[in-house]
């Protein structure tokens, strides 16, 4: 059996916040540590039957970034339910609501930019 090890390192400033957030894929081709500006992280407890999350961003991330991450990770998730369901209708109920929500967010953002 193979393992594949996958290490995320997050440094903190004084006050607890993440200041620079890299991983490093053992199967990954890069030689170097990933560096990333937010993360988001489930894993499944059967036992308890609930999620178990791990969101974090640095205080440099941009909120038209975290916009546009928000979208590809529910647009990807889409994907995957597609793949591990077989639900194509609900994957594409999915992948309509990110593009919707894409959509708002940045007309949003466009608002929030004209009133400044």
Avoid: C
Avoid at 11 to 40: C, G, R
Avoid at 48 to 73: C, H
Wanted: no cysteine; hydrophobic share 40%; charged share 30%.
């Amino acid at each position: 059996m193979h393992k594949s090890t996958i290490s995320i390192d997050v440094v903190l400033d004084d006050n607890k916040v993440p200041d620079h957030i890299s991983w490093k894929a053992s199967d990954s081709s890069a030689d170097d540590a990933q560096a990333a500006k937010a993360m988001m992280v489930a894993f499944w407890d059967s036992a308890d039957k609930s999620a178990l999350r791990m969101d974090l961003w640095t205080k440099d991330m941009m909120v038209d970034e975290m916009g546009d991450f928000f979208y590809q990770t529910l647009s990807s998730m889409s994907d995957t339910l597609k793949r591990a369901t077989n639900y194509g209708d609900l994957a594409e109920d999915l992948k309509a609501f990110s593009k919707t929500f894409n959509e708002k967010f940045r007309a949003k953002q466009i608002a929030e930019n004209k009133a400044d």
